[in-house]
């Protein structure tokens, strides 16, 4: 997912949307740090949940090489296993130490991870209503990221089977810690599956629509979709959005900036995005 230019590009750009009166499209090659952080996040949740879904629709009997996000490293224990009992299954993922730079685990879907989290499931995840919650111990963190900057994150997220090409994902208490500042996230996002491949979700596509907010001790951040994003899950491409807008508002601000992850409408798996404010846009490459 793409860089969101927050704070520092927020200020930037409500400059230049005082001083010209013809709309400017300005090359954006420096970051600001808010702006990282923040989509950071974004990223890191919606990768985590690409890895479970990967993992609760797929069936590793069937699997072929390369047609899993999760590579073969990961050290799944089985906690309960067992639908008849009433409590449903329960599974661990244990994806080794951060080590040294790159740090965590390189899995196929270009992200790496380290750490641990628990997944439960109330029922077999097809079933509408089945619920699946995973769990990241304080205790026992679990790390997603580039392999340089690691999003620390610890919580839950629930994911719900809504209809059977529908999901919910929502966050319990979840937070993210990155350079040491902790962040609460909220989120309320329907997904739906628009192409389904069989096993995994590998070649499949999907879309995401709903709210998302990060919140420390200065701001919230607050973003919502005006157009589901959408992923197209090959392996090149599976850690990008290809389609998709979002508005975005800031506390402490009384500007609004809305985001298009395709402003070329090519549906390109590229890392390019469109930020506007005030009548100004900006192309951003992150």
Partial sequence: MKRLLFRGLLLSLLAIAGGCQEEPILEITETDETSQISLNVVSEILSTFDIVQDWSTGDLLYFKKDESLMPSDVVVSYLDTSFIDGDGIKLGFDFGFL???PYGLLCKDGKYRAGYFTVSLNRPPQDIDAKLVIEF????????GDGESMTEIS?????????????KLTTTQLSVIENKEAKRVDATIAIRELA???YGIVNDQLSF?????????QLTISLATTLPLRKNYTLECA????????NVNI????SAMDID???????????????RINGKTVIYRY
């Fill in 137 to 144: 111990p304080e205790d026992n963190p679990f790390y997603s």
């Fill in 99 to 101: 080590g040294q730079s």
């Fill in 155 to 167: 919580g839950a997220m629930v994911i719900k089977r809504i209809s059977d090409d529908e999901l």
């Fill in 209 to 217: 629509d709903g709210t998302l907010s990060v919140t420390d001790n």
């Fill in 239 to 246: 850690k990008n959005i290809v389609e998709g807008k979002l």
């Fill in 261 to 275: 992850f395709d402003p070329d409408n090519d549906a390109a798996c590229d890392n390019k995005v469109s930020l």
């Fill in 196 to 198: 389904d491949n069989g």
């Fill in 251 to 254: 506390s402490n601000s009384i």
